[in-house]
């Protein structure tokens, strides 16, 4: 858990405002949900590794009883939950007030989530999540409305040149239906999959026979990993070529529709790439998936998919769904070094015997004037404050004395 | 809890983007600190009764054992806590980031904290808090920005007209001591003092009796209470002639400094009001307190004082610090009817043969231009749709049919 000082606090409501800004525009409501839930609905299966590492919220008023009580059952010690992610919240937020919702609803969230990690580089308790989600359209109208909301954010952050890895989850299914892997083997070998990038195909295999996989069905996977590496197309014949024989024409049509959609609007820069190994973690994804890329990292700033059974599990009633969470902390750290300063902004450096009816009213006329305005009483060391002042944001100062009023403020730039 | 739906949700952000913007004109930075503090220092005693009302986190990976063991001491179940306030955390924060910040460091907070209070209307267990502190300054330069820019903030939320009652804590000690009351019956006295508004003086003069309080004293505070009620000029012959005899000279000082300062930035309309009997509840105040009031509404709009020894129980080093908390919710409740709409927020209505590609691309023109966007296929009652949209804040719509291009395209107004 971190503390943010003023520098770095200002710079993530600057990147939160572009990604809120832009997110509206694309049509997306923002709403907010309470950060404890209900244990048992954060406990509820869907959550994944992430519930194991959610923090639980003690009951108030617990007796020596009770509390002996719940020593074989240590859930007996928790009503609420900190939420893990924004996509279990969503799900119970939207099956609470659908009524009030549009049919087609296209939310926008926020906000922090907590995991008990281990401390480590990079890992963190409390971060934030950005994430945008459209419920009750199950056409690829949705998929391409995400992704052309999500690269126009990335555009204004001035993070140009952000492309999308797509597979669908049925991609995922049909293939190894098509080579003989059964069943139950799956999830293993989906885990498996997932390591192509950093194993290869020589380790993915490796590992297929290790885990003990169907012999048949592994040497008919090892014998399409082998066939030359391609950037396959975004189109019908792209998509065909990448697959097997056998996959559903639907999953491919919904694809195909995909990458119409976001070609007409991005332009020939074909910002799809197709990726038939694209595989993603949570056990919640039905349909497409998709993992936000940018030049100049090697990781993904985002990602997400559709789970079109996942409300369902709140509402009693199936509505389709998909998601895309933004890295925002990934995306703040990129831009780490685009501070930026405040267009007008004056450090009023005043001697100590100038009165505060004085200091006051020069301050106010210029806030008044749209000028961000910091006292500061003359130090010993007047370089320091100003160089202070400067890396803070503040691009002029002047020296008040009292004498000094308006008319004869006199601003210098700050360095 | 709530949950927060668009329309909400917006009006809290563009309230808040007000709050933020202005804050730091006056020259106030944002900070942000983690959630959860440690157990132990959110029951340090600073607190109050918010203590109490503190959600707490249950330990992770607690056996049976060290359950069974808790049963006599239930804070062993918890090593952290959700805090209560943002005061606690801010102490803390300044302690651990000193060196980092100015010497005189004025901080904004805008953050939720948690009370596990009993379910009732206007009470709610997790709510925005939205403080202004500065830190580092003695002299009642930092209690008139607080002031000044807490009223500019009201202005700037059309709720013009804001003024500010003022009294000091060492006005209500000094009085006190010169009415005869001893120092053990003080807390008792001001608990009573401060329920002046609601039951009057002769309620007031009742319940000291009840409590016991020395017969002489209240004699002597009834006197002083019975005087014909006036609002007395703030300034060093109004506020003297509202005391009583034998109250400490920099104290009266102190205040006279602040209404002068206060009245030369705002003007004649004399928005500081001096009242002797105001408390405020927060055992942590030693110097000035103060609340925000409106004509609008009887209720206090936000609050502050000064508490000079709290960051020292931190630092171990005494820093001088007074704090302004703008009662946010009751702000946004205020503002309610204050909805607002985008200035451009248009809806597509499109058939359900329109393909993808043409939909996004005329989205996509539209968002470039600046306007808000919301796709919807075609309903069978389209009038429903319209009205709906313009209750979400959009503005005008437009029909897409499979031949509708950007040239095409016809904007009709909202109702």
């Known amino acids: 858990m971190r503390d943010f000082l003023p520098a770095d606090k200002a710079r993530r409501e600057r990147v939160l405002a572009v990604i809120r ?101 990079g890992r963190y308790r409390q971060f934030v999540q950005c994430d945008i989600d459209i419920i009750g359209d199950a056409s690829a109208r949705a998929e391409a409305e995400l992704m052309t909301a999500s690269l126009d954010v990335l555009d204004a952050l001035g993070l140009e040149g952000g492309s999308i890895r797509v597979n669908d989850r049925r991609v995922l299914d049909a293939m190894l239906d098509v080579f003989g892997f059964v069943p139950e083997e799956r999830p293993g070998v989906l885990i498996t999959i997932d390591k192509l990038d950093k194993i290869g195909a020589s380790g993915v295999v490796a590992e297929l026979r290790d885990r003990g996989a169907g012999a048949t069905a592994v040497d008919a996977f090892a014998e399409y990993l082998d066939r030359p590496a391609t950037t396959p197309r975004f189109d019908d014949d792209g998509i065909r070529e990448a697959l097997p024989a056998g996959i559903p024409d639907e999953v491919i049509a919904h694809l195909v529709a995909l990458g119409e959609t976001v070609a007409a609007v991005r332009g020939a820069d074909a910002p799809l790439v ?102 500061e009483q003359r130090p010993k060391n007047l370089k320091a404050l100003l160089e202070r002042s400067a890396a803070d ?9 009292t004498d000094t009023d308006a008319a004869s403020l006199e601003l210098k730039p700050l360095a």
Do not use: C
């Open 274 to 375: 197709f990726d038939p190994f694209l595989v993603r973690g949570m056990g919640y994804y039905t349909g497409t998936i998709f993992e936000l890329a940018h030049p100049t990292v090697d990781y993904s700033l985002g990602g997400g998919g559709r789970y079109d059974g996942m409300i369902g599990r709140f509402l009693g009633q199936q509505v389709p769904a998909v998601g895309f969470s933004i890295g925002f902390e990934r995306i703040v750290d990129l831009l780490q070094d685009a501070a930026g300063s405040d267009d007008r902004a004056v450090v009023l450096v005043h001697d100590r015997d100038v009165p505060l009816a004085q200091l006051l009213r020069l301050k106010a006329g210029l806030v008044a004037d749209g000028v961000r305005v910091r006292l």
């Open 393 to 401: 944001g503040y691009t002029s100062f002047a020296t008040v004395r």
């Open 21 to 121: 800004e832009r997110y509206r525009a694309h049509g997306f409501d923002e709403i907010e949900t309470p950060v404890m839930e209900d244990y048992d609905r954060l406990h509820a299966g869907i959550g994944g590794d992430n519930e194991k590492l959610s923090f639980s919220i003690l009951k108030r008023g617990m007796d020596a009883d009770g509390i002996r009580a719940a020593a074989d059952d240590p859930a007996a010690l928790a009503d609420l939950g900190l939420r893990y992610d924004l996509t279990v919240p969503l799900a119970r937020f939207y099956a609470t007030n659908r009524a009030q919702l549009p049919t087609v609803f296209r939310s926008i969230q926020i906000a922090p989530v907590w995991r008990a990690e281990r401390p480590q580089k």
